[in-house]
């Protein structure tokens, strides 16, 4: 997937795992949270994989780190930079990605977002009317995510299933 001027994503963000720690890797999604500790600023990265921790540090890369002040969440970013293991006591345990973190090298914003209506995280209470107003909002959240993708696994083995006995899918 192509992003902008030749940066490539290469991984989900929920894909990070033992494998990649100590390589660069490309990661593109949405901010889901951003915590702002002085000198580092943690930025939780989120896509249809999952979500892994971006550090930024003046001491990594001092321009990424000033773009990383100004984001917010829902900002569509495109990071590179190298996965480390995270310090045993910073581990998350509710993350399969909480062993690991990316140390910000370059740091791409390639859409701002205003402030959501509601959360984009699963047992909100906002009113249906809402949610309907803001469908491609509410399509983002994990709840809605697994939906989608159950619904593609069972179309497919369906299609596959009537492919096999030489069925033909007709549109009229």
């Known amino acids: 997937m192509e992003t902008m001027q030749g940066l490539h994503r290469t991984h989900g963000c929920g ?19 951003r915590r702002d500790h002085g000198g580092l600023i943690f930025l939780d ?17 001092v321009e990424s780190f000033h773009k990383a002040e100004d984001v917010r969440n829902e ?37 701002s977002a205003k402030t959501p209506p509601f959360y984009i995280q699963d047992d909100i209470d906002v009113d249906e009317n809402i949610r309907l107003k803001y469908r491609y909002l509410d399509l983002r959240r994990p709840e809605m995510q697994r939906n989608l993708i159950l619904r ?8 596959d299933f009537f492919d096999s006995r030489d069925f033909l899918e007709i549109e009229t």
């Open 15 to 33: 894909t990070i795992s033992e494998q990649e720690v100590g390589k660069e890797v490309v990661l593109c999604g949405w901010v889901e949270r």
């Open 45 to 61: 990265l989120r896509d249809r994989s999952g979500v892994v921790q971006i550090v930024a540090s003046p001491d990594h890369n």
């Open 75 to 111: 900002y569509v970013l495109c990071v590179r930079g190298k996965i480390t293991k995270r310090d045993e006591a910073a581990i998350n345990p509710n993350l399969p990605t909480g062993a690991y973190e990316m140390f910000c090298e370059e740091l791409r914003v390639l859409n």
């Open 152 to 159: 593609h696994k069972v179309t497919k083995a369906m299609r």
